[in-house]
């Protein structure tokens, strides 16, 4: 059973910093890009960040220089460090596991943990 659990979110002040983690369990956490996206109210899900199997990354332009997605193979858990927290991130923020293995593709998602950027 493929299980992917987000903490850390919470309400920060604009200007303020969280982390979020997601523990990944039941896939070969290496073989897998690990990804967070966020859904504001009223809006579609979006891509934050993601770091490939091989620990290329890519972010969103609106988190660029503020937010970084890191990875512990080890640990099967990846994390998203934000800083310079902005009231427009506020959103629920989502992890994604995605594989392309031997032509089938496995895509995996959390259930989300809120983060709420206000003063």
């Known amino acids: 059973q493929v299980q992917l659990v987000e903490s850390g979110g919470g309400l920060v002040q604009p200007g303020g910093s969280l982390r979020l983690s997601c523990a990944a369990s039941?896939?070969?956490?290496?073989?897998?890009?690990m990804g967070w996206y966020r859904q504001a109210p009223g809006k579609q899900r979006e891509l934050v960040a993601t770091?490939?199997?091989?620990?290329?990354?890519n972010y969103a332009d609106s988190v660029t220089g503020r937010f970084t997605i890191s990875r512990d193979n080890d640990k099967n858990t990846v994390y998203l460090q934000m800083n310079s927290l902005k009231p427009e991130d506020t959103a629920v923020y989502y992890c994604?596991?995605?594989?392309?293995?031997?032509?089938?593709?496995?895509?995996?998602w959390g259930q989300g943990t809120q983060v709420t950027v206000s003063s």
């Open positions: 994604n596991a995605f594989s392309l293995l031997m032509g089938k593709t496995y895509d995996y």
């Open positions: 039941g896939i070969m956490f290496r073989a897998y890009a």
């Open positions: 770091i490939s199997s091989g620990g290329v990354r």
